[in-house]
């Protein structure tokens, strides 16, 4: 049971209590300087398995945040009168302040005993009673444990520094793509689009904007990248049905019941033949020209809105010739409108199509960047490795949209070099990477061209070329490899860890290329 | 905590004056025995006794007779023989011839002092030893079924030889516990040799002046009862006398190692009271760690006794006493 203790001398004692409280507080710091080095010195450990971006600001934070608990630590902890009392007196005062602590006759004895406590106890040192002892051991053992960690950081070599540094300049390039997407965002137009359509469409790239920055790893961007297409697809799919439900009741108004029956259903094939009813019957050609004119009156600007006018124009004319192309024209715009497509005046959405599928091969590219630039195995290594970067960034242009790196043009269907798509300067030579696969070297002396390069976090897989489809500088015509690409890239795109959307992506963007 | 009853401020003031003077005049008579003598006015201001041991020579006898001068306290002095009758240092009745006729009359014997020096009381039998006992504890004696006072205060200084062992009765255990200290007299040194030629052997002899009384005596006690102590001075005591027992598994390895057998509750007693009067000696009005490691080793090392294996290694009762002290958490 804890004694009852003199208020005066409970006063008397604070400058000693706050002094002891400083006094444990620093001794608190030097154990906690070995806790953060320990700490530090377990982070660089794991730095070693784990890849840990920024570890010196890491390590920072770590250290200055264990020594400010340590000192609050000593900071808060109770100190009792009892103790205070023991720490004066062990400054010479010989129990006079214990004694007193719990005295409270009024006695003269007892009154000359506390007055005696009060006058030592306000005479004394208290700095020198109460030193402020910094503990050397533990300040020695941190300074062990910071000289074998520093001494590990700096000449033990750390594996996962290049991933660091792959993870970085993926993130770079990701944060260029995340910018291309922002100003993509700001050109919007209200023009085709609603209000609410619009902000759905500036939200959908907000969000991966932020989501490409966010992301670390190649799956990451292509996740963001998927997620954005979906709710891509149900705008563009939003915009669709309204653009036929539009045709369809402008049909139906104007009287063209098949027409507006085959939209309503999207079926093409009754959609041709109601297009071709319109010019059987010389009759009802003027009918059917009033009818077309009203309906493309009422339909959204588009290839729609334009074929049906055009169609009425050449029913009222009567020229054959300008009626046939006409109705093929209507029925190209009655197919696309049955089969969903964007309506050409949805820009916002086709671009922003196009600006996804470019990110795509952006980020194929950053994911293998590392490899592209140094491996010689890849390089020049047969397989998927120089033909993806080779297929991705020559034929890019008709597929897939740009390719966003400016690198070699590749292969035309020809066999001739195309333009190259960047902006590199006329005397720009090809690069160790740019090498253009050569088949005709296939089975030779230099092993490179066996050897199989990393990609990534797949593996390269060997095509097998007949012998002579190139010629003596290595130029393979694209026609002659783009079958076996295609077969390539399906069977690493189902290896890799790639999610679904992208493995699709991937053949159908090569279904794109040979068709 | 203690209780204490009211005692004048002039009065507490004042012990440590009264004790300055009373060592100053000692001082005049014996050279040296700092300690000896600080203990001694201790055990007197307490109420104890004392046990000396020392070689003979060392002015025991002259600093017991200063003592009495300085106190102006009667002083008698009992040279203790194997022949030695307890009457003969009790008193006994004697037939004296009165006018009525012949009658018994008690004639005090040298008990009946103030101070009274028990020179080399090993020497004397246990029965004449045990005599002593009733007056030392009691400061009574009973003789022929009569029990006579003592005068107050009342001091029992006695002596032994550590070297002439043989035809000696140690002190039982009994007896030494009624001892407030054991006093070891050192050996002078040299400069205090030479100080007690220029004493006793030239003509500048000087001789002590009475400066107090008993009843200064009387009051310096209770003032000295009065000094408070804190618990954990009082625990720090308590603990150092359990630590002297062996048959206590608590008690430290040298204790159960080396110790026969350890310090009473008396003990206790007599270091919180030695204590006290330390304290008012040093000018405190409290008892302190210090205080009591003063006492401790005067106060303990006749209560407590090494087995077979502490004396076979060289061991003392002082140099454990020192180890238990420094062991203890203060």
């Given at each position: 049971?804890?004694?009852?203790?003199?208020?005066?001398?409970?006063?008397?004692?604070?400058?000693?209590?706050?002094?002891?409280?400083?006094?444990?507080?620093?001794?608190?710091?030097?154990?906690?300087?070995?806790?953060?080095?320990?700490?530090?010195?377990?982070?660089?450990?794991?730095?070693?398995?784990?890849?840990?971006?920024?570890?010196?600001?890491?390590?920072?934070?770590?250290?200055?945040?264990?020594?400010?608990?340590?000192?609050?630590?000593?900071?808060?902890?109770?100190?009792?009168?009892?103790?205070?009392?023991?720490?004066?007196?062990?400054?010479?005062?010989?129990?006079?302040?214990?004694?007193?602590?719990?005295?409270?006759?009024?006695?003269?004895?007892?009154?000359?005993?506390?007055?005696?406590?009060?006058?030592?106890?306000?005479?004394?040192?208290?700095?020198?009673?109460?030193?402020?002892?910094?503990?050397?051991?533990?300040?020695?053992?941190?300074?062990?444990?910071?000289?074998?960690?520093?001494?590990?950081?700096?000449?033990?070599?750390?594996?996962?520094?290049?991933?660091?540094?792959?993870?970085?300049?993926?993130?770079?390039?990701?944060?260029?793509?995340?910018?291309?997407?922002?100003?993509?965002?700001?050109?919007?137009?209200?023009?085709?689009?609603?209000?609410?359509?619009?902000?759905?469409?500036?939200?959908?790239?907000?969000?991966?904007?932020?989501?490409?920055?966010?992301?670390?790893?190649?799956?990451?961007?292509?996740?963001?990248?998927?997620?954005?297409?979906?709710?891509?697809?149900?705008?563009?799919?939003?915009?669709?049905?309204?653009?036929?439900?539009?045709?369809?009741?402008?049909?139906?108004?104007?009287?063209?019941?098949?027409?507006?029956?085959?939209?309503?259903?999207?079926?093409?094939?009754?959609?041709?033949?109601?297009?071709?009813?319109?010019?059987?019957?010389?009759?009802?050609?003027?009918?059917?020209?009033?009818?077309?004119?009203?309906?493309?009156?009422?339909?959204?600007?588009?290839?729609?809105?334009?074929?049906?006018?055009?169609?009425?124009?050449?029913?009222?004319?009567?020229?054959?010739?300008?009626?046939?192309?006409?109705?093929?024209?209507?029925?190209?715009?009655?197919?696309?409108?049955?089969?969903?497509?964007?309506?050409?005046?949805?820009?916002?959405?086709?671009?922003?199509?196009?600006?996804?599928?470019?990110?795509?091969?952006?980020?194929?590219?950053?994911?293998?960047?590392?490899?592209?630039?140094?491996?010689?195995?890849?390089?020049?290594?047969?397989?998927?490795?120089?033909?993806?970067?080779?297929?991705?960034?020559?034929?890019?242009?008709?597929?897939?949209?740009?390719?966003?790196?400016?690198?070699?043009?590749?292969?035309?269907?020809?066999?001739?070099?195309?333009?190259?798509?960047?902006?590199?300067?006329?005397?720009?030579?090809?690069?160790?990477?740019?090498?253009?696969?050569?088949?005709?070297?296939?089975?030779?002396?230099?092993?490179?061209?066996?050897?199989?390069?990393?990609?990534?976090?797949?593996?390269?897989?060997?095509?097998?070329?007949?012998?002579?489809?190139?010629?003596?500088?290595?130029?393979?015509?694209?026609?002659?490899?783009?079958?076996?690409?295609?077969?390539?890239?399906?069977?690493?795109?189902?290896?890799?860890?790639?999610?679904?959307?992208?493995?699709?992506?991937?053949?159908?963007?090569?279904?794109?290329?040979?068709? | 905590?203690?209780?204490?009853?009211?005692?004048?401020?002039?009065?507490?003031?004042?012990?440590?004056?009264?004790?300055?003077r009373i060592r100053d005049q000692i001082g005049r008579e014996i050279?040296?025995?700092?300690?000896?003598i600080?203990?001694?006015?201790?055990?007197?201001?307490?109420?104890?006794?004392?046990?000396?041991?020392?070689?003979?020579?060392?002015?025991?006898?002259r600093l017991?007779k200063s003592l009495s001068r300085v106190l102006n306290?009667?002083?008698?002095?009992?040279?203790?023989?194997?022949?030695?009758?307890?009457?003969?240092?009790?008193?006994?009745?004697?037939?004296?011839?009165?006018?009525?006729?012949?009658?018994?009359?008690?004639?005090?014997?040298?008990?009946?002092?103030?101070?009274?020096?028990?020179?080399?009381?090993?020497?004397?039998?246990?029965?004449?030893?045990?005599?002593?006992?009733?007056?030392?504890?009691?400061?009574?004696?009973?003789?022929?079924?009569?029990?006579?006072?003592?005068?107050?205060?009342?001091?029992?200084?006695?002596?032994?030889?550590?070297?002439?062992?043989?035809?000696?009765?140690?002190?039982?255990?009994?007896?030494?516990?009624?001892?407030?200290?054991?006093?070891?007299?050192?050996?002078?040194?040299?400069?205090?040799?030479?100080?007690?030629?220029?004493m006793?052997?030239?003509?500048?002899e000087t001789e002590a002046e009475a400066v107090a009384?008993?009843?200064?005596?009387?009051?310096?006690?209770?003032?000295?009862?009065?000094?408070?102590?804190?618990?954990?001075?009082?625990?720090?005591?308590?603990?150092?006398?359990?630590?002297?027992?062996?048959?206590?598994?608590?008690?430290?390895?040298?204790?159960?190692?080396?110790?026969?057998?350890?310090?009473?509750?008396?003990?206790?007693?007599?270091?919180?009271?030695?204590?006290?009067?330390?304290?008012?000696?040093?000018?405190?009005?409290?008892?302190?760690?210090?205080?009591?490691?003063?006492?401790?080793?005067?106060?303990?090392?006749?209560?407590?006794?090494?087995?077979?294996?502490?004396?076979?290694?060289?061991?003392?009762?002082?140099?454990?006493?020192?180890?238990?002290?420094?062991?203890?958490?203060?």
């Amino acid at each position: 049971m804890r004694e009852k203790t003199h208020p005066d001398i409970q006063k008397a004692l604070r400058p000693v209590r706050r002094r002891m409280r400083v006094s444990h507080a620093v001794r608190c710091v030097c154990f906690g300087v070995l806790i953060a080095c320990l700490c530090c010195a377990a982070l660089a450990a794991v730095s070693y398995f784990l890849p840990i971006p920024r570890l010196p600001l890491w390590m920072g934070a770590a250290g200055l945040a264990l020594l400010a608990l340590a000192f609050i630590a000593g900071l808060l902890k109770p100190i009792s009168y009892e103790r205070a009392a023991r720490q004066a007196d062990a400054g010479g005062l010989m129990e006079r302040v214990l004694t007193a602590l719990t005295l409270f006759d009024d006695t003269p004895m007892a009154l000359l005993e506390r007055e005696d406590a009060m006058r030592h106890l306000s005479a004394l040192p208290v700095k020198t009673a109460v030193p402020l002892k910094i503990s050397a051991r533990p300040l020695l053992a941190a300074a062990a444990v910071s000289l074998l960690a520093a001494g590990a950081l700096l000449f033990v070599p750390n594996p996962q520094n290049g991933v660091l540094a792959k993870r970085e300049a993926f993130q770079k390039v990701m944060a260029e793509q995340a910018k291309t997407v922002e100003e993509e965002a700001d050109k919007l137009e209200e023009s085709s689009l609603t209000r609410e359509e619009l902000n759905k469409l500036r939200k959908l790239m907000g969000d991966l904007a932020r989501d490409l920055r966010k992301a670390a790893e190649p799956q990451e961007t292509y996740l963001a990248m998927d997620k954005a297409q979906r709710e891509l697809d149900d705008l563009k799919k939003q915009a669709s049905d309204k653009v036929k439900a539009q045709a369809a009741q402008a049909f139906s108004q104007s009287g063209l019941k098949d027409l507006s029956d085959a939209l309503s259903k999207s079926d093409a094939e009754a959609a041709s033949k109601a297009v071709s009813q319109l010019a059987k019957s010389q009759t009802q050609a003027q009918s059917n020209s009033s009818a077309l004119q009203s309906a493309a009156d009422a339909l959204p600007e588009g290839a729609l809105k334009d074929a049906a006018a055009q169609t009425a124009k050449a029913l009222t004319a009567g020229n054959a010739q300008n009626l046939n192309a006409a109705l093929s024209a209507l029925n190209t715009a009655m197919a696309g409108a049955c089969s969903g497509q964007v309506p050409g005046n949805a820009a916002n959405l086709s671009n922003i199509s196009s600006l996804l599928a470019r990110l795509r091969s952006g980020t194929l590219s950053a994911s293998q960047g590392s490899g592209q630039s140094s491996g010689a195995g890849q390089n020049s290594g047969s397989g998927q490795g120089g033909g993806i970067v080779k297929g991705q960034q020559g034929g890019a242009g008709a597929g897939a949209g740009k390719g966003s790196t400016n690198q070699d043009g590749g292969i035309s269907q020809a066999g001739t070099s195309t333009q190259k798509e960047g902006t590199n300067p006329p005397g720009y030579k090809l690069g160790q990477y740019e090498t253009i696969y050569d088949p005709t070297r296939l089975g030779g002396a230099d092993d490179n061209h066996q050897t199989t390069g990393t990609l990534g976090e797949g593996e390269s897989q060997q095509v097998q070329m007949g012998p002579g489809l190139g010629d003596i500088s290595g130029q393979v015509p694209y026609h002659e490899v783009i079958f076996d690409y295609q077969l390539a890239a399906s069977k690493a795109a189902q290896q890799e860890a790639l999610p679904e959307g992208m493995q699709l992506w991937v053949d159908g963007y090569f279904q794109a290329l040979v068709d | 905590m203690p209780t204490t009853m009211a005692a004048g401020k002039e009065e507490i003031l004042s012990f440590q004056t009264t004790v300055e003077r009373i060592r100053d005049q000692i001082g005049r008579e014996i050279v040296g025995q700092k300690e000896v003598i600080d203990h001694l006015l201790m055990a007197l201001v307490t109420g104890g006794n004392v046990l000396l041991e020392g070689v003979p020579g060392l002015g025991k006898t002259r600093l017991v007779k200063s003592l009495s001068r300085v106190l102006n306290l009667p002083f008698s002095r009992i040279q203790f023989t194997p022949d030695l009758m307890p009457a003969d240092i009790t008193g006994t009745n004697i037939i004296v011839k009165t006018e009525e006729g012949n009658s018994f009359s008690f004639a005090p014997g040298p008990l009946f002092s103030s101070i009274v020096l028990a020179d080399e009381i090993n020497r004397a039998t246990p029965k004449a030893q045990s005599a002593l006992l009733e007056a030392m504890q009691e400061h009574s004696v009973t003789v022929g079924g009569v029990t006579r006072r003592l005068p107050e205060p009342y001091f029992v200084l006695a002596t032994q030889n550590p070297i002439e062992q043989e035809g000696t009765y140690p002190l039982p255990e009994a007896q030494l516990d009624r001892f407030l200290f054991k006093l070891l007299v050192p050996f002078p040194t040299l400069e205090e040799l030479g100080g007690i030629m220029d004493m006793t052997v030239t003509s500048a002899e000087t001789e002590a002046e009475a400066v107090a009384g008993g009843e200064d005596i009387l009051l310096l006690r209770s003032v000295a009862k009065q000094v408070p102590v804190a618990r954990a001075v009082q625990d720090f005591a308590l603990k150092l006398v359990l630590a002297t027992h062996p048959e206590i598994s608590e008690s430290p390895e040298q204790s159960r190692r080396y110790l026969r057998f350890g310090a009473s509750p008396r003990a206790g007693q007599a270091m919180m009271m030695a204590a006290r009067v330390r304290a008012l000696m040093e000018g405190r009005y409290n008892v302190s760690f210090e205080d009591i490691r003063a006492v401790a080793p005067a106060c303990l090392r006749h209560r407590v006794a090494l087995n077979f294996e502490g004396l076979a290694e060289g061991h003392t009762v002082d140099g454990l006493l020192l180890t238990l002290m420094d062991g203890l958490k203060t």
